[in-house]
């Protein structure tokens, strides 16, 4: 079982940054991907980004084409903490933004952090 715990969404300007956290109840170096999505208002929920750690070749990284060159995620596996940097943030990143984490076959969600940004 694993918990996810996501924090520092919020409103915000257009133009402006955030960054989301994502807190694991386990030690993430057991996870090889963990990723963001989100859902917006009468849309289905869509990846934004994923990092995937493996020994041979270290953190890779995937991005939606709406968020490539603005969006930023990480991980710090020593506080079991995956991080999404946002900067020029659009109106049309508004949304709940999920935490992911595939975990022995199976995947978990965090309770989501509302993002709104304002034009």
């Known amino acids: 079982q694993v918990q996810l715990v996501e924090s520092g969404g919020g409103l915000v300007q257009a133009g402006g940054s955030l960054t989301l956290s994502c807190a694991a109840s386990?030690?993430?170096?057991?996870?090889?991907?963990m990723g963001w999505y989100r859902q917006a208002p009468g849309k289905s929920r869509e990846l934004v980004a994923t990092?995937?750690?493996?020994?041979?070749?270290?953190?890779?990284?995937n991005y939606a084409d709406s968020v490539k060159g603005r969006f930023t995620i990480s991980r710090d596996n020593a506080k079991d903490t995956v991080y999404l940097r946002m900067n020029s943030l659009e109106p049309e990143d508004t949304a709940v933004y999920y935490c992911?984490?595939?975990?022995?076959?199976?995947?978990?969600w965090g309770q989501g952090t509302q993002v709104t940004v304002s034009s």
């Open positions: 386990i030690k993430i170096f057991s996870i090889s991907t």
């Open positions: 992911n984490a595939n975990y022995r076959m199976l995947p978990y």
């Open positions: 990092i995937t750690t493996s020994t041979t070749f270290g953190d890779r990284t």
